[in-house]
Structures are given as C-alpha cells and as structure tokens.
C-alpha cells in the first residue's frame, strides 16, 4: 500500500510524513488503531460466516454515531435514532446471542462468541479512526494513507513474528489472493479517507453498511455458504437503516 501511495504523495507536492509532531502521533495513533480493527475483522472470519462477520463489523455505526455526536458535536435527529434502532435489530438477529436465541447443536457456541468478540473489537477501532480522520481533515489524504500504511506494516510484522508465523504466503494461487486483499485494502482506504473529508461520520458509517449486502451476495455466489434465515432478516433491518439514511440526507439536502 505504501508503495502504490508514494507516487500521490509526490503528485501533490506532500511531504511523506507530518511536519508537526502533535500530528505525527495522531497519525501513529489512528495506524495501530486502523491496524487492530484489520486484524481482529480478519481473525474473526476464522470463526464466523463472511455475512454475519461482516454485520457485526456493522456496529461500529452505532459507536460512530454517539462518538461525533459527543466528541465532534454532530447532531442526531429522530430519524437517525430509527434508523439505529433498526441496525442494531439487524445485528441481533445477525449475531444470535445465545442468551437470547439459546445455542444451536450445529453451531460450536465458542467458536461464534470468539469471533463476535473479534467483530465487535474491530467495530469499536474502526469508529475511533472514523472520528480521527473527521478531525484531521486539514492534514491532505495522501499523506494520511501513506502514512497509516507505514504504520501497518510495522504493526504487522510484528504482530507476524510474534506468533512464529512465515510472513510470506506460498507460492501460487494465496499470493494472488493475498495482492488482491492489498490493492483492495488502498482503495478502501482511498475512497474511505476521501469520503471522511466531505461527510459526516455517523451518516458515513451508516451508508458503509451497505457492503452487508454485497458480502452476504459473496457468500453465496462465490464461497458457497448458505445464509440462514435469521441472518437475511438481519441484514433486510441493516439495509433498511441505510434507506432511511440516504432518503434522509437527500431530503435535508434537495436545492428546492
């Protein structure tokens, strides 16, 4: 990812690291941040189908929406309150807390508690650098990536040599996959960083949930796993939650 960002960062006449300090950490800081959610939403998926995995991640829109509301003074209105309400229906649904649905005999309780733990991790730094990046918006985007990227490949180098693990992928058809997963992860950060700079965070990571939808679609047509019932419904609840938000902010904001 730094590799593919260094040539932005000279388009734009940036230097490739803040020249403030106070700046540098804050960048630090949202790296390990945005790092630990990468980790924890890719460990997660270990435990959990690709769709439930991906609505639990979803909550982050609940704890983004409170944070700018207290940290960056966003305002939340009644149909905002709805539409959480309704996303917060779909992830119960979705993640089928034993204590409340009790526990399946084909679905290994331990395994689906680890790996909402995991999502539900990731969801909480994923809003704490959705707030960060809102309050950085003066610091250009190149430079942001660039150096979020740094930061991640430090982290996980670590995080790799840690667990006593080869930091390579073998030969063949899992290097490609694991190229994939890096010009994917920059153009997620491209058009996410982008989008932070012109938009509310809350109403940003509500529409973000929309990809529930494609990874539910993922999960059928290309791994092949069969959605349950309980989780369409889900995700119906979370898709709906992103409707009244788009129908909402293009009624907020209509030129007549």
């Excluded at 119960?92 to 005999?105: C, D, H, T």
């Excluded at 331990?110 to 991790?121: D, R, Y």
């Excluded at 058009?191 to 494609?214: K, P």
Aim: charged residues 10%; hydrophobic residues 50%; glycine residues 6%.
């Amino acid at each position: 990812m730094a590799a593919i960002t260094c040539p932005l960062v000279i388009y734009n006449g940036q230097s490739f690291f803040s020249d403030s300090l106070n700046d540098f950490l804050v960048l630090v800081f949202r790296g390990i941040v945005s790092t630990g959610a990468a980790v924890l939403m890719y460990n997660s998926l270990n435990f959990l189908p690709l769709g439930d995995a991906t609505c639990l991640f979803m909550t982050e829109t609940i704890l983004t929406t409170i944070l700018a509301f207290i940290i960056l003074r966003e305002k939340v209105n009644f149909m905002d309150l709805l539409a959480i309400m309704l996303a917060m229906t779909g992830i119960i649904l979705v993640g089928r807390p034993p204590f409340i649905f009790g526990s399946e005999n084909n679905v290994n309780t331990s395994n689906q508690v680890i790996g909402s733990l995991m999502a539900l991790g990731s969801s909480v730094f994923n809003a704490l650098t959705y707030i960060i990046t809102r309050k950085i918006t003066y610091i250009h985007y190149s430079v942001v990536i660039f150096q979020y990227s740094v930061i991640q490949m430090i982290v996980l180098c670590i995080y790799v040599f840690s667990q006593g693990e080869n930091i390579l992928p073998d030969c063949g058809t899992t290097s490609y996959y694991v190229l994939a997963i890096g010009i994917t992860s920059f153009l997620c950060q491209y058009f996410s960083t982008n989008a932070l700079y012109v938009e509310d965070a809350g109403s940003f990571s509500l529409i973000r949930s929309f990809q529930i939808v494609l990874s539910y679609i993922y999960q059928v047509a290309i791994l092949g796993e069969v959605v349950s019932l309980l989780s369409g419904l889900g995700a119906l609840f979370l898709s709906s939650a992103v409707v009244i938000k788009a129908c909402l902010k293009w009624y907020t904001e209509k030129p007549y």
